[in-house]
């Protein structure tokens, strides 16, 4: 879902009302969703493999792992349909500013940035819509934060080496 974010003459930026209508539409939607089950999966071993030979095989059905991991992440992250149309969100609104704003070329995102800022968008969409205590989201972010420092500064540095000190 791409949200569309109008510029209205009196604001300097994306209009504040739009977003929030925005953000109704989600919900109205998220009611719609809500009945939906998760795709049920009947088997992942392929009907010639016998079953019970295999070492690895668990006492529940696939379907029921499966179930019950998106019901651990739910109540960690909140409901899924929310979390990623917050992550949404807050990319069209970054890249939305970024467009209208960003004339420097020099500023232009390289791949590995556009990932962290994903990522970084990703996990603020976790804390903001499930558990803001969860340690290991705000560690995720310092990480996907960390490369990007680590990969800038490793460019800085090849930038400035000056062959002739060597």
């Known amino acids: 879902m791409i949200l569309k974010y109008e510029r209205h003459s009196h604001y300097n930026s994306i209009c504040s009302d739009c977003v ?24 992942v071993v392929p009907e010639s493999e016998d079953k019970t030979s295999r070492r ?18 739910d109540s960690e992250y909140g ?9 949404v969100a807050l990319n069209d609104i970054f890249y939305a500013h ?12 390289t791949d590995s940035q556009t990932v962290a800022i994903h990522m970084i968008f990703l996990k603020l969409a976790r804390i903001g819509n499930g558990n803001p205590d969860n340690i290991d989201s705000w560690k995720d972010i310092a990480g996907y934060a960390k490369l990007i420092a680590d990969e800038l500064q490793k460019s800085e540095e090849f930038n400035n080496h000056d062959p002739s000190r060597s």
């Open 56 to 73: 690895d095989a668990s006492p529940f059905p696939v379907e029921d792992q499966i179930e019950s991991l998106v019901r651990s992440r």
């Open 98 to 109: 970024m467009q209208q704003y960003n004339s420097n070329k020099k500023a232009l995102l």
């Open 20 to 43: 929030a209508a925005s953000f109704n539409n989600m919900n109205k939607k998220e009611s719609e969703m809500s009945d939906r089950a998760v795709p049920r999966i009947t088997s």
């Open 79 to 87: 409901k899924y349909d929310r979390m990623a149309q917050l992550t």
